[in-house]
């Protein structure tokens, strides 16, 4: 269910008509030490006039009375059940503007999974797996909540913006000056998608034509221009911090500003990508051989 920038949505399900053996009771009788549930310490009969459903405390223990060859009827109990499956309460926010430049939109959701369920059975719960419908080996189930959050072009803020900043910091970028070009490098690239996401949509609004030209710099050239310069870094020795974070603040700057790049042929993105390939299995022969 949608209203304006909420979305509710809720799963529920159960059964009626069916029953279950409660072996978890019958069993009592194996073990002087075992537990009993509360319904039967509570309704357990004490002497004359107290109850004629159920049985003493002395003789729940008692073969005779439980056991798994001497069935009867006061361990079948219903197994009718409601539950709260799921409900999910979310919150969208859209075109948020950073700035010049737009974000296209956040969602902020609330879950909870298996909240609410409510049964007479005397167990921990009346969905059972045995075919029989016995009730042993069952555990209760839980309850989770859980919080989160959504990021229209998640997915390449992670791989092409959160990724290369920390592999940049594991590679030297780790003091005031490195983390500082990379929280900068990481919003730009924020930006670079928002700002892609808002204006590819009025774009194809008003021509199907296929775009030729990149405005700005891609995302996604970092992942070409960090295996290169890794490839590089035995020729430049100490220098190589240096021009490690020069290319970050380069990037991350050439994200933000307003220029057109021609769209690379096929040719040229097969040159790249091997270009990349080579750099990547350098970098591992130099690692583990």
């Not at 919003?187 to 296929?210: K, M, P, S, Y």
């Not at 295996?227 to 911090?241: A, K, N, W, Y």
């Amino acid at each position: 269910m949608n209203w304006k920038n909420l979305d509710f949505e809720l799963t529920t399900y159960g059964q009626t008509g069916g029953q279950i053996y409660n072996r978890k009771r019958a069993l009592r009788y194996a073990q002087s030490n075992y537990n009993f549930d509360k319904a039967q310490y509570e309704n357990r009969w004490t002497g004359p006039g107290s109850t004629n459903s159920h049985p003493s405390a002395a003789a729940l223990v008692k073969g005779w009375n439980v056991s798994d060859q001497r069935v009867n009827s006061y361990f079948v109990e219903s197994a009718d059940f409601f539950r709260i499956q799921n409900i999910t309460l979310g919150y969208s926010l859209r075109n948020i503007k950073m700035g010049n430049y737009t974000l296209p939109g956040i969602r902020f959701s609330l879950t909870a999974d298996r909240p609410f369920t409510t049964f007479k059975a005397n167990s921990f719960t009346p969905e059972l797996s045995d075919a029989e419908g016995w009730d042993t080996e069952v555990y209760p189930l839980t309850s989770t909540y859980s919080f989160g959050i959504q990021i229209d072009s998640l997915c390449d803020i992670v791989c092409f913006g959160v990724g290369p900043a920390i592999i940049c910091y594991c590679m030297g970028m780790n003091g005031i000056v490195g983390v500082l070009i990379l929280m900068f490098y990481v919003l730009a690239g924020l930006i670079r998608l928002a700002w892609f996401n808002v204006t590819e949509e009025c774009r194809q609004d008003e021509t199907t034509e296929n775009r030729k030209c990149y405005q700005g710099l891609p995302i996604t050239s970092m992942s070409i221009a960090l295996p290169i310069l890794v490839v590089l870094r035995p020729f430049l020795h100490c220098d190589f911090r240096i021009a490690l974070h020069a290319m970050v603040l380069l990037v991350g700057l050439l994200f933000v500003m307003d220029f057109k790049l021609k769209k690379p042929g096929n040719k040229t993105l097969s040159a790249l990508v091997g270009v990349v390939a080579v750099a990547v299995v350098w970098t591992l022969r130099r690692r583990f051989m």
